[in-house]
């Protein structure tokens, strides 16, 4: 038999891509790069290859007419030779191509229908436009799918804000098992000088920004903090005059649940400093860190959510510290603008961030937290920020912004800078134990 090409020629950097992949993967690609047919091309590589029991593998997007549509038509004109040749059989109500010589399966879903993977064995997978892929679909249906045979993933896309995708692509930077690529327009050679100066004209910026130049920084119309805001204020740094007269205050968040972090964060002015972040630690062991810190730093104002954090404040009390109880859920100052507290809070912190603010370089993690959260208006016309449990269901129980949250107690209530003598006033009060609670810091 006469040998049977697929009529393949990569472009450079889909040869790039192809040559470099580990077990997991995310490419971040500009519109019309070409993507699908570098999915395409490696599954059917996959397939060819095999030499397991049974191979399946499969080809996701976020809805199954959308894989139909995308990729069905393509694959099948790539195959054109081996299907003629009686080498492929076509199964068009399954979309699915099975390979005679070895039995492996290439198959088309929906993640509009997980419940049709589940309980499937997968040898490898491509998830197309991940960043409208529900996190859920990949945490509890296609991770273990994987598992029995260590099956491999390869996801991409285009940026679409704060979501699975960015997740994913930022935290595959520090995991040895997997590769990322990013490729503007520039990159890929896929589209004319002429029509890329044609979209920078006519696209807004921060739609050519996201969808032909990857910029994962570029907010989103319902984004409160830009990724890129929340870097330029990770850059600043302020003397020690700059900020001298300005009160110190701390923002303690309390963790919820079992995987969420109890932080303690300092913020003097324009400057916000390293947080103390904890896992695992009990009320009083947070009291404990949190009077040491009060003791060492002699902050004017502390705030505590009580949503999870009543044994803390109530401990810290019992020990002679003004500490200030904030409920997240509770009415906003300004509640013709803002559905509650926590909303209020976080608007301010996003002005403060915008005026100039400074926050840690490290720990890295948290100026993803501070770009995460969405905000809407309801009925009243107020404004009002995605909830941590919705954030953490959007990026499935990944996103908690428990660093935000404490940045943001900061801002619970203006403070004052003391004058020495009530600075004399207060220390001896705190050494007499006689420091009564004074809810404005």
Same mark, same amino acid.
């Given at each position: ?5 697929? @009529? ?36 059917? *590589? ?7 029991? +049974? ?22 004109? $790539? ?32 993640? @509009?229908?997980?419940?049709? +993977? ?10 197309? &436009? ?17 598992? *029995? ?38 990159? /890929? ?5 002429? &029509? ?41 740094v302020y003397a020690l005059r700059d900020i001298s007269e300005s009160p110190r205050i701390l923002g303690v968040d309390p963790a919820?649940?079992?995987? *969420? $972090? ?15 972040? +904890? ?62 507290? $926590?909303?209020? +809070? ?15 370089? @490290? ?10 959260? /969405? ?67």
């Amino acid at each position: 038999m006469s040998p049977i090409t697929l @009529d393949y020629q990569p472009r450079s950097w889909q040869a790039r891509v192809h040559k470099r992949l580990k077990r997991f993967n995310v490419v971040v690609l500009h519109r019309r790069a070409g993507k699908t047919e570098l999915a395409i091309m490696e599954l059917i *590589d996959a397939c060819l290859k095999c030499e397991l029991e +049974m191979p399946l593998f499969g080809y996701l997007a976020p809805f199954r007419n959308q894989a139909k549509n995308i990729a069905w038509g393509r694959l099948k004109h $790539r195959l054109r030779a081996l299907i003629a040749a009686g080498l492929c059989a076509v199964l068009e109500g399954d979309l699915t191509v099975v390979f005679k010589h070895n039995g492996a399966e290439l198959r088309l879903f929906g993640a @509009d229908n997980p419940d049709a +993977m589940r309980g499937l064995r997968l040898d490898g997978i491509v998830i197309d &436009e991940v960043a409208q892929v529900k996190p859920e679909v990949w945490q509890e249906v296609i991770q273990p799918a994987l598992a *029995d045979r260590e099956g491999w993933a390869l996801f991409i896309g285009t940026p679409k804000g704060i979501n699975l995708f960015s997740e994913l692509y930022y935290r595959a930077q520090k995991q040895s098992d997997w590769h990322t690529a990013l490729f503007t327009c520039h990159d /890929t050679g896929a589209l004319p000088k002429r &029509e890329i100066e044609r979209l920078r004209r006519n696209m807004s910026q921060e739609a050519f920004s996201r969808e032909l130049l990857c910029d994962f920084t570029a907010a989103g119309v319902d984004q409160l903090i830009s990724l890129i805001d929340a870097e330029d204020a990770a850059r600043r740094v302020y003397a020690l005059r700059d900020i001298s007269e300005s009160p110190r205050i701390l923002g303690v968040d309390p963790a919820r649940f079992g995987d *969420d $972090r109890s932080v303690i964060f300092p913020r003097q002015g324009l400057q916000a400093f390293e947080p103390i972040v +904890m896992h695992g630690i009990d009320n009083m062991q947070l009291a404990a860190r949190v009077a040491d810190k009060i003791e060492s730093w002699q902050p004017q104002a502390v705030f505590i959510d009580a949503g999870n954090g009543a044994g803390v404040i109530d401990r810290l009390r019992q020990l002679g510290h003004q500490v200030n109880e904030v409920d997240f859920g509770g009415k906003a100052a300004k509640p013709k603008r803002f559905r509650n507290r $926590r909303t209020e +809070m976080w608007c301010t912190m996003a002005e403060w961030i915008v005026s100039g603010g400074s926050i840690p370089d @490290d720990p890295p993690e948290l100026r993803l937290e501070l770009a995460t959260p /969405t905000y809407t208006f309801n009925a009243q016309q107020q404004r009002e920020l995605e909830s941590k449990k919705d954030i953490k269901k959007r990026l499935a129980g990944s996103g908690s912004p428990d660093l935000g949250d404490g940045l943001a107690l900061t801002f619970a209530s203006p403070v004052h800078k003391p004058t020495p003598l009530e600075e004399a006033r207060t220390r001896t009060r705190r050494r007499s134990g006689r420091l009564e609670h004074n809810p404005y810091g």
